[in-house]
Structure formats: structure tokens, C-alpha cells
């Protein structure tokens, strides 16, 4: 009976010891391992880097109680980091975990090795990061967060500025809200983004991408490779570009936009300082075309220029006009395979129309009077005469086309030389009837006055037709 009972007993002492919770400095411990608020725990051999006699640092886990802060692995004798996870080197309600880890700032984070978390709700964590700023952020190797609110991630990276962002390798965000990503870049002004490899965005809200590309001037951006956008509100892309004027664009390959309020386009032309000029060319590496004028376009196409004014889904049906390789003018399309609707016209009447309408020298009001004369006809006038035929409406009472003018005068010409030749004709016949009248003893007389009287008509006929057909 007495082995019984003490077996129950034993049972029973086992069952409530296997529950029961253990206090240290208090007396009702509220869970398996209680200890008093403010108190340190550890687990390990010291709270310091305290060497052993190996030589050999313990791992350690220590919880400040005073501070609500966490430890957890170890520290090394070096001279900065031996009495680093000492009480007084400790931030409240901070955590650190891993080698040699610091967890400075208060309500701070360090993980990794070497980490360093200084400013108050900042994270470290990587081999060697450090976030010094407040709530900043360091992620990496070697990733520096300086400024408050700045965040660097990755290798070397390095984030000074307020609120500013650096990721990847040896990149720099020195600017407040920067942002710098890749490989070396840096973002230098305010609000500024710098992508890609080794380019520098040091303009206020400046942007730089590509490689080697630079972005100096406030609001400009710099793409491509080796791009330069040193003006306020410029914009260089391609290769080797630079746009140094104020709101200047320079794009494409070596081209140059200098001078304020200029646009560079294509290959090997500069807009030369020029204010407002547009510079545009084809690639052509031997020549560097430059504007010559402010305000000026200059194009260079050795292949030629073609416009088209219709919307045709063909190209081969499509209206519009063109300069050949090497030509001096614009030529319209004129192939006959694209025309239809052909109708013939009375080229007579159109000798007449023209001796009826206003023509002169006039200049364009606003112009000056001395130098910017021209000749030619008025526009409602022109359309007034040949503006319609039998099937529809010709040009408009506005302007002129090149095309339709050079029709109706070659329609002229041609009226006039049917004339002329009409008029050859008949003086032919009365020279050969004066010369039959002198054989058959006509009055010579009477034929001399046929033929005066014939070439009269000729000449007044020819200097009404000269007289119309002045530009």
C-alpha cells in the first residue's frame, strides 16, 4: 500500500513540476520563464566582448530589460565595436543580431556583420551597411544611408541627401528625394534620377540615363550614351549629343543643340548658337552642317526631300511633292499614271481672262515696302478665272498653287503659239500672193498694204501677249 501511494505522489510531483512556470524577481511568474521588468538576461559569457582565454568570442544572446533592447550573437575585441553591445551603447527598444552589429538609435535595427544602425528608427543590415539618418534604410555592402528618411541598397551605394534613394553599385544620392540606380551613377540636385552606368543628374528634378550621361541643367534630361543636357529644361538623347541652350533638344548621333531655345535632330549638325534656330540631317560622318541664322531651319537630306499631303494607304498613291537628290526646287508629282479625270481647256479664253486681270508688284502688309517686293497676281482673282471647270473647284481665293499657276500659264503659251503660228501662216500666204501679183502685174501698192496691215496685227497681238504674260 505505502509503495502505491508514494508512486502516486511521485506522479503527481512530476506532472506539476513539468508545468510549472519559474519567476526570477518575482514571485507569480505569469509564464514558463518570468523575469522582472528593467532586468537583464543573458545567455552566454558576458554582456561585453570580454576576451577568453582562447581568444575565442562566445555567441551571446542578452535582453535589456531597462530598454526593451535585443542581442542576439556576438561581438569582437576590435577598438569600436568591443563595448559595442554594452548597456550605455544601447538604443532603446533596438535590435541587433549577427557580428559585430550595432544598434545605436533608438527603435533601431542591425543585422548581418558590421552593421550599423545610428539614427533613431533607422535598419541596417548586410556586411558592413550603416544608417546613420533617421529612419533610414541600409541594405547591402558597404551601403551608406545618411540623410533622414534616406534609404541605400545593394554595394557601396550611398544615400546623403533627405529622403533619398541609392541602389545597386557605387551609387551616390546626394540630392534631398534623389534617386540614383545602377552602376556608379549619382544623383546630385533635388528631386533628381540618375539611371544606369555612370551617369550624373546634378540639375534640380533632373533626369539622366543610358551611360555616361550627364543632366546639369534644372529640369533636363540626358539619355543614351555620352549625352549632355546642360541647359534649364533641355533634353539630349542618342549618342554624344548636347544640349547646352536653355529649353534646347538635342537628338540623335553627335548632334549639337547650342543656343537657347534650339533643336538639334539626326547626325553631325549643330544649331551653332543660333536662338531658335532647328538644325536637322541625315548621317553623313565627313560634313557637320551648322545653322547660319536665328530662328532659322536648316535640313540636310542627300537622298532628297518628299512631302505627302494625302492620306492615301498606298505610298505609291499618295499626293504631295519632293526634291530630288542634288535638285535646287520643289517639284510636285506630276506622273500621269496618278491622274484621271483629264479635260481639255479653250486656251483662247484663257488669253483673254489674263489680259483682264490685275497684275503688278505689291508686297505683303507688315513688310517692309524697300525690301520685300514681289510681282505676280491676286489670289481671288486667279480664282476667279480658272478657280472651276466642268467637273469641280480649282485651288481656293486665299492662295496660289505653284502647280495650277504653272498650268494656266503653259496653257497661254501654248494659245499663243497656235496664234502665232496662224499668223506665220497667213503673212506667208500674202507674201507668196504680193510676189504672184508682181508676176502677174497686180498693184504692188495694194499688196504692200495687205501685208503692213498683216504684220500690224502681228505685233500688237505679240505685245498683248508679252504684256500678260509678265510675272
Request: charged content about 15%; proline content about 1%; some cysteine.
Amino acid at each position: 500500500m505505502k509503495s502505491i501511494l508514494l508512486l502516486v505522489l511521485s506522479f503527481l510531483l512530476c506532472v506539476t513540476l513539468s508545468y510549472a512556470q519559474v519567476g526570477i524577481g518575482i514571485t507569480t511568474p505569469r509564464a514558463f520563464f518570468n523575469v522582472l521588468y528593467g532586468k537583464t538576461v543573458l545567455f552566454g559569457y558576458d554582456t561585453t566582448g570580454t576576451l577568453s582565454s582562447q581568444n575565442i568570442f562566445y555567441p551571446k544572446l542578452i535582453w535589456y530589460g531597462s530598454k526593451g533592447a535585443f542581442r542576439a550573437g556576438g561581438v569582437s575585441g576590435g577598438s569600436e565595436t568591443f563595448a559595442s553591445w554594452d548597456k550605455n551603447n544601447v538604443g532603446a527598444y533596438s535590435f541587433a543580431s549577427g557580428l559585430d552589429t550595432r544598434a545605436r538609435g533608438d527603435y533601431t535595427t542591425s543585422m548581418g556583420r558590421t552593421s550599423t544602425a545610428n539614427g533613431n528608427n533607422s535598419t541596417a543590415i548586410g556586411n558592413g551597411a550603416q544608417a546613420d539618418g533617421e529612419n533610414s534604410t541600409a541594405v547591402g555592402n558597404g551601403a551608406w544611408a545618411m540623410g533622414n528618411y534616406s534609404t541605400a541598397l545593394g554595394d557601396a551605394t550611398q544615400a546623403s541627401g533627405e529622403e533619398a534613394t541609392a541602389m545597386g553599385l557605387l551609387t551616390v544620392a546626394s540630392g534631398n528625394c534623389a534617386l540614383a540606380a545602377g552602376n556608379s551613377t549619382h544623383a546630385g540636385g533635388t528631386n533628381a534620377t540618375a539611371f544606369g552606368h555612370g551617369t550624373r543628374a546634378d540639375g534640380y528634378a533632373s533626369t539622366a540615363m543610358g551611360s555616361a550621361s550627364s543632366a546639369e541643367g534644372a529640369y533636363s534630361t540626358a539619355m543614351g550614351s555620352n549625352s549632355q543636357a546642360s541647359g534649364d529644361i533641355s533634353t539630349a538623347m542618342g549618342y554624344l549629343t548636347t544640349a547646352s541652350g536653355r529649353a534646347s533638344t538635342a537628338m540623335g548621333d553627335e548632334t549639337r543643340a547650342i543656343g537657347d531655345y534650339t533643336t538639334a535632330m539626326g547626325s553631325f549638325v549643330s544649331t551653332d548658337g543660333k536662338v531658335g534656330s532647328f538644325a536637322m540631317g541625315d548621317h553623313d560622318p565627313s560634313h557637320s552642317y551648322r545653322s547660319s541664322a536665328n530662328n532659322q531651319m536648316m535640313m540636310r537630306f542627300s537622298g532628297g526631300y518628299i512631302l505627302y499631303s494625302s492620306g492615301a494607304t498606298s505610298q505609291t498613291a499618295a499626293i504631295g511633292l519632293q526634291i530630288a537628290p542634288g535638285g535646287n526646287a520643289w517639284t510636285t508629282i506630276s506622273d500621269s499614271t496618278r491622274k484621271e479625270n483629264f479635260r481639255s481647256v479653250d486656251g483662247a479664253g484663257f488669253l483673254q481672262k489674263i489680259a483682264s486681270m490685275r497684275l503688278g508688284s505689291w508686297n505683303y502688309k507688315g513688310q517692309d515696302a524697300k525690301q520685300y517686293r514681289h510681282y505676280g497676281p491676286m489670289a481671288q482673282d486667279f480664282f476667279t478665272a480658272f478657280g472651276h471647270d466642268a467637273l469641280g473647284t480649282i485651288g481656293e481665293d486665299k492662295s496660289i498653287n505653284q502647280a495650277d499657276f504653272d498650268g494656266v500659264n503653259l496653257i497661254a503659251i501654248q494659245a499663243l503659239i497656235k496664234e502665232v503660228q496662224q499668223l506665220k501662216a497667213d503673212n506667208q500666204q500674202l507674201r507668196a500672193e504680193l510676189k504672184a501679183s508682181r508676176q502677174g502685174g497686180q498693184s504692188t501698192q495694194e499688196l504692200a498694204k495687205k501685208v503692213a496691215r498683216l504684220e500690224a496685227l502681228l505685233s500688237t497681238q505679240l505685245d498683248t501677249t508679252s504684256a500678260s504674260l509678265k510675272p
